[in-house]
């Protein structure tokens, strides 16, 4: 499953280079979405439409998976919070960075999804390790 998500990734991040020539960066679609582009709401809406209906057309299909979150609501919240605000400060996201960014060779991404990754792995630690669980 996971090599079948990584050439649909790739397949949509390609298309949507080609026939838009535009980086399928999520955080970067939604915040030009919500700044209200004239021209630009369709795909905008169309891509995050489909971003949203893909897991419940594979629960209708019977291809859905089982996910366990151990977090509860308020980590949820502060975690997407602070996502948020890194994705501003690094301009822009994992998907625009790390898929599109790596991909064109651009050092700025690969800086930026490093410092993604790392900031990660000691979150983990950190929430595994040194706070009591």
């Not at 080609?18 to 630009?40: A, H, Y």
């Not at 994705?87 to 996201?93: L, N």
């Not at 994992?94 to 900031?119: D, E, K, Q």
Request: glycine residues 18%.
């Amino acid at each position: 499953m996971s090599l079948t998500g990584g050439v649909m990734i790739g397949g949509a991040v390609a298309l949507l280079i080609l026939f838009n020539g535009r980086i399928t960066g999520i955080s970067g679609i939604l915040g030009g979405l919500l700044s209200l582009p004239e021209k630009d709401v369709a795909w905008r809406a169309a891509f995050l439409i489909g971003m949203m209906l893909a897991p419940v057309i594979a629960i209708w299909t019977g291809r859905g998976i089982e996910i366990e979150i151990q977090a509860g609501w308020g980590e949820i919240l502060t975690a997407g919070f602070l996502v948020g605000i890194g994705t501003r400060y690094a301009g822009g996201c994992t998907s625009g960075h790390g898929v599109c960014g790596i991909s064109r060779g651009s050092v700025r991404s690969v800086a930026a999804t490093l410092t993604f990754m790392a900031a990660g792995f000691a979150t983990v630690f950190v929430k595994l390790h040194l706070v009591a669980a």
